[in-house]
């Protein structure tokens, strides 16, 4: 089975300022790994994805996450935030075992503040 | 492309009566799809993995005959909630699964806000 740890509920931030979004999972077998954006009232919109490949992978609206497997982290970052950037987001797994249904578990949440 | 819908966006509606939400994929197909359940300030909890043609599977937990799940077509699953209650006022997400390509991404509806009264 797997789970999804997003280590901070809330982060306040000041406009451009840098921000990283906390994320670890558990997993016994290799995953896919996801982040997502909600607005208020709003479903999810996908930030960026972890397929394969190049461990740095970089997303919409700026964002970027670095997959590291020793440390079973995927961590969201961005270098200068916006106002437009205050909404709660979302890390996600889904496993790629035999019998994968693409179930996607998700991490608590974590709600960035941006402030002026 | 890859655009899911909702509807309702908003419902509300009386205690003891069914509620049913749709759940369309605009522009693609999809085998499977997923409903989700989130309460404010919370994350998604998945309920139920709708599969086109063949029965829902419900995760522990969720009553299925509480939520009754269809997904009669490769673009259309419905989520009906029978005898509501005020405990079932919930913000409920949809997901339909792409398929295509080695990797199947979820697109997500816009959700559905339930009021029970």
């Known amino acids: 089975a797997q789970s999804v740890t997003q280590l901070d509920s809330q982060v306040p931030v000041f406009e451009e300022a840098p921000v990283e979004l906390r994320c670890n999972y558990s997993?016994?077998?290799?995953?896919?790994l996801f982040w997502y954006v909600q607005y208020p009232n709003q479903g999810l919109q996908l930030l960026l994805k972890?397929?394969?490949?190049?461990?740095l992978v970089k997303g919409i609206n700026g964002f970027e996450a670095e997959f590291n497997k020793s440390q079973t982290s995927f961590h969201l970052r961005k270098p200068s935030v916006h106002i437009s950037d205050t909404a709660e987001y979302f890390c996600a797994v889904s496993d790629l075992g035999s019998g994968n249904t693409g179930k996607l578990i998700f991490g608590q949440g974590t709600t960035l503040q941006v402030k002026p | 492309g890859a655009v899911v819908s909702q509807h309702p966006s908003r419902v509300i509606c009386k205690s003891g009566t069914s509620v049913k939400i749709e759940c369309r994929s605009l522009?693609?197909?999809?085998?499977?799809m997923f409903w989700y359940r989130q309460f404010p300030k919370q994350s998604l909890m998945l309920m139920a993995t709708s599969n086109e043609g063949s029965k829902a599977t419900y995760e522990q937990g969720v009553e299925k005959d509480k939520f009754l799940i269809n997904h009669a077509s490769l673009t259309l699953s419905t989520l009906t909630v029978t005898s509501a209650h005020p405990e079932d006022s919930s913000f409920y997400i949809c997901?339909?699964?792409?398929?295509?390509?080695?990797?199947?991404?979820?697109?997500f509806g816009p959700g559905t806000r339930l009021t029970v009264l």
């Open positions: 522009d693609f197909q999809a085998t499977t």
């Open positions: 997993s016994s077998v290799s995953v896919y």
């Open positions: 972890y397929l394969s490949g190049s461990t």
């Open positions: 997901s339909a699964r792409a398929d295509r390509g080695s990797y199947n991404e979820q697109f």
